[in-house]
């Protein structure tokens, strides 16, 4: 994995034989200039030592996923949640794919760039939508339904959104804690992207048979997890498994399968035929519409999360020489719903929250497919005027301002709620007596 690598326009990268800051630098060019996204559809095209390029069918495939999000959200399809499915093969796919990209160059992972790069590509978004959030709550909120929504911002700002969920806390009767509930699979990616460069830097120097091997046996370590935490908790709940749904490490087999499937084509030359990758592709489309069609709330993700992360899988190795992925996901609507599909997935469930709560009978200038319509043009607006700017242009100060000010915000939500709960409690001692707290107080896990 030492060989050098060449990037989409022609220009051979600098070997590792030469500087390597100079190698991660070109290389990060390299990424920017060939994306419309950054994240984005970057794979090989064979090998280690081919280049890299950009695959419309998989932001295509990313509109799906979102696609799925949405109609679900909207009461329009039932089983639609497992669109985060995709998102987390397709996530673990495209980063693997990367970093194996930039070991092969530089013979290095750049920790830096990497985290740079997610920086510039995650936090201005998120950090909009947790501004605007605090700033409404703190406008119409009374104090005893502020404090959840700051714990709320809170574990968002830290990527902890899922912790809650994960140890058993269950927020479904907390309209404002669950106005940023959407955030747990955000977080999960993320708190993967914290140790996948490492595992990605050891397995690099393995041999071919042993790479695969430590990843295979990740995999299956949290598929297992994965099935011990849905039946075990499964008979206890009519709906979600909350604890099984947003487990980080019962759900790291769908990104690390995604990851897998990333090393498997990247060590080995697979020429797919259009006959055989179409027959691919529409078994991994059987799949996907079969795990929407059948899943069961309860006992999800276990088992029944198989199809759909299986049907992405699937997806992405036919590629585009499908006739399926080159005509159907990679028209341009899906394609261009996907570039915008993190901004999308981050405002649409706080919009709908929102106006769920302020207009409860749901009038016609809030319908939910309406609401969903103006969260299509801010992300729009969002991707060309913010966005895009910021990962092309890659200002020096963008990524210190952007940590700091994610940072400041996480410590200023958690003081905050820490004080209101004292507040409250000071105020119910004085009205109640002594060592009497309420109901009150205890819902909202004062500390």
């Given at each position: 994995?030492?060989?050098?690598?060449?990037?989409?326009?022609?220009?051979?990268?600098?070997?590792?034989?030469?500087?390597?800051?100079?190698?991660?630098?070109?290389?990060?060019?390299?990424?920017?200039?060939?994306?419309?996204?950054?994240?984005?559809?970057?794979?090989?095209?064979?090998?280690?030592?081919?280049?890299?390029?950009?695959?419309?069918?998989?932001?295509g495939l990313r509109g799906v996923a979102i696609l799925l999000v949405l109609?679900?959200?909207?009461?329009?399809?039932?089983?639609?949640?497992?669109?985060?499915?995709?998102?987390?093969?397709?996530?673990?796919?495209?980063?693997?794919?990367?970093?194996?990209?930039?070991?092969?160059?530089?013979?290095?992972?750049?920790?830096?760039?990497?985290?740079?790069?997610?920086?510039?590509?995650?936090?201005?978004?998120?950090?909009?939508?947790?501004?605007?959030?605090?700033?409404?709550?703190?406008?119409?909120?009374?104090?005893?339904?502020?404090?959840?929504?700051?714990?709320?911002?809170?574990?968002?700002?830290?990527?902890?959104?899922?912790?809650?969920?994960?140890?058993?806390?269950?927020?479904?009767?907390?309209?404002?804690?669950?106005?940023?509930?959407?955030?747990?699979?955000?977080?999960?990616?993320?708190?993967?992207?914290?140790?996948?460069?490492?595992?990605?830097?050891?397995?690099?120097?393995?041999?071919?048979?042993?790479?695969?091997?430590?990843?295979?046996?990740?995999?299956?370590?949290?598929?297992?997890?994965?099935?011990?935490?849905?039946?075990?908790?499964?008979?206890?709940?009519?709906?979600?498994?909350?604890?099984?749904?947003?487990?980080?490490?019962?759900?790291?087999?769908?990104?690390?399968?995604?990851?897998?499937?990333?090393?498997?084509?990247?060590?080995?030359?697979?020429?797919?035929?259009?006959?055989?990758?179409?027959?691919?592709?529409?078994?991994?489309?059987t799949l996907l519409a079969l795990g929407?069609?059948?899943?069961?709330?309860?006992?999800?993700?276990?088992?029944?999360?198989?199809?759909?992360?299986?049907?992405?899988?699937?997806?992405?190795?036919?590629?585009?020489?499908?006739?399926?992925?080159?005509?159907?996901?990679?028209?341009?609507?899906?394609?261009?719903?996907?570039?915008?599909?993190?901004?999308?997935?981050?405002?649409?469930?706080?919009?709908?929250?929102?106006?769920?709560?302020?207009?409860?009978?749901?009038?016609?200038?809030?319908?939910?497919?309406?609401?969903?319509?103006?969260?299509?043009?801010?992300?729009?607006?969002?991707?060309?005027?913010?966005?895009?700017?910021?990962?092309?242009?890659?200002?020096?100060?963008?990524?210190?301002?952007?940590?700091?000010?994610?940072?400041?915000?996480?410590?200023?939500?958690?003081?905050?709620?820490?004080?209101?709960?004292?507040?409250?409690?000071?105020?119910?001692?004085?009205?109640?007596?002594?060592?009497?707290?309420?109901?009150?107080?205890?819902?909202?896990?004062?500390?």
């Open positions: 994995m030492t060989s050098p690598a060449h990037s989409t326009s022609g220009t051979s990268l600098p070997t590792t034989q030469l500087d390597v800051t100079t190698c991660h630098q070109h290389l990060d060019k390299t990424v920017i200039a060939t994306l419309p996204t950054e994240l984005d559809p970057l794979v090989a095209n064979g090998p280690m030592t081919k280049s890299l390029a950009y695959r419309r069918d998989i932001d109609l679900e959200h909207t009461d329009l399809v039932h089983g639609g949640f497992v669109g985060v499915d995709v998102f987390f093969a397709l996530s673990g796919y495209l980063i693997t794919s990367i970093l194996l990209q930039e070991v092969d160059a530089c013979g290095t992972i750049s920790l830096a760039d990497f985290y740079g790069r997610r920086v510039r590509r995650l936090f201005p978004s998120l950090l909009v939508l947790l501004v605007v959030v605090l700033v409404v709550g703190i406008s119409v909120l009374s104090t005893s339904s502020l404090i959840p929504l700051l714990r709320s911002i809170f574990l968002a700002s830290v990527f902890g959104a899922n912790v809650p969920l994960m140890t058993g806390h269950d927020l479904v009767d907390s309209a404002t804690a669950t106005t940023l509930i959407h955030l747990w699979s955000l977080s999960v990616e993320e708190q993967f992207y914290l140790v996948w460069p490492f595992v990605v830097s050891f397995v690099a120097r393995l041999t071919p048979r042993r790479a695969c091997f430590a990843l295979t046996v990740l995999t299956l370590l949290s598929f297992g997890l994965n099935i011990g935490l849905t039946f075990h908790y499964a008979p206890d709940t009519p709906r979600f498994n909350t604890i099984a749904y947003s487990h980080t490490f019962g759900r790291f087999w769908q990104l690390s399968s995604g990851g897998l499937l990333a090393l498997l084509e990247l060590q080995r030359d697979i020429h797919v035929s259009p006959n055989a990758a179409l027959t691919i592709s529409l078994v991994g489309s929407v069609a059948t899943t069961q709330v309860n006992y999800f993700p276990g088992l029944y999360a198989l199809l759909p992360t299986t049907g992405a899988l699937l997806l992405l190795h036919a590629g585009m020489t499908s006739p399926w992925n080159a005509q159907v996901l990679a028209r341009p609507p899906l394609v261009y719903l996907g570039r915008i599909s993190y901004t999308l997935y981050l405002l649409h469930y706080p919009m709908l929250q929102v106006t769920a709560l302020v207009y409860p009978t749901r009038p016609w200038f809030v319908h939910p497919v309406g609401v969903i319509a103006l969260s299509v043009l801010l992300a729009t607006a969002s991707l060309h005027v913010m966005e895009n700017p910021l990962r092309q242009t890659k200002p020096a100060w963008a990524v210190p301002l952007l940590v700091t000010v994610l940072a400041l915000l996480a410590i200023g939500t958690s003081l905050a709620s820490i004080f209101l709960c004292h507040s409250i409690r000071c105020y119910e001692q004085l009205q109640l007596g002594g060592d009497t707290i309420s109901k009150l107080s205890n819902d909202l896990i004062c500390p």
